[in-house]
């Protein structure tokens, strides 16, 4: 996919302003690029014959920094509005400086809060952030999610403290996720294999 120039310039620019930039650059590790790239390729594919309106909403829950809300407003997919989710408050300035275009013109908020108590009306609704929720809190957030959003998910088999669910398989996954799938996929990176499902419930 393509980055434009202006949306890159406010990337660095809210790294620059962040108050730990190394720690916000790691949104920037080539394995969550493609992951997110990978994942915007894989939605172009499934979301047109599935919701028939031009423009789409979308939430993303443990929204991080906001480099997936940029790239998706980069990409093909019409997004109208993102609205990015994220328990560290410390996250939202980021993401709203890293999203000002969007942000100046309504279209991007990021938010502060516990996924599992926000809900969503989106007609997409991500979360690739699967690893760093239990599964108790896994199903109370599905739970919370209306029955036509279009559910993208990721997660993967990096065994590290803050993963506290990861899946050993995409098969795993699966199981794990409990949504109707419509497209399961893995992508192999140097340090670990990420996951990703699409589909609703
Ligand atoms: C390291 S980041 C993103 C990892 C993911 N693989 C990705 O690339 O999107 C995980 C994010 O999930 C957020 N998070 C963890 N638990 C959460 C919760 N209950 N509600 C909202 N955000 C949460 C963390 O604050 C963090 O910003």
Not at 37 to 48: A, F, G, K, N, P
Not at 71 to 78: E, W
Not at 118 to 124: F, L
Request: include cysteine; charged fraction near 20%.
């Amino acid at each position: 996919m393509n980055i434009d120039t202006e949306h890159l310039h406010h990337w660095m620019q809210a790294i620059r302003q962040s108050n730990d930039p190394m720690r916000t650059m790691d949104a920037f590790w080539s394995g969550q690029l493609k992951s997110k790239e990978w994942l915007i390729d894989s939605l172009e594919l499934v979301v047109r014959p599935y919701i028939n309106k031009t423009k789409l909403s979308v939430d993303i829950h443990g929204g991080w920094v906001g480099v997936l809300a940029s790239m998706l407003f980069q990409s093909n997919l019409h997004i109208s509005s993102i609205r990015s989710i994220d328990i560290d408050h410390t996250c939202e300035s980021i993401a709203n400086t890293m999203n000002q275009l969007e942000y100046h013109s309504n279209r991007f908020r990021a938010v502060t809060g516990d996924m599992v108590n926000i809900r969503s009306d989106a007609d997409i609704v991500i979360n690739t952030s699967c690893e760093h929720i239990t599964q108790d809190q896994y199903d109370l957030w599905l739970s919370g999610l209306p029955h036509n959003s279009l559910i993208c998910l990721q997660s993967n088999n990096y065994d590290i403290k803050e993963h506290i669910r990861t899946a050993n398989s995409l098969e795993h996954f699966v199981q794990q996720s409990k949504i109707k799938v419509l497209y399961r996929g893995q992508l192999e990176l140097p340090l670990y294999t990420r996951y990703m499902i699409i589909g609703n419930q």
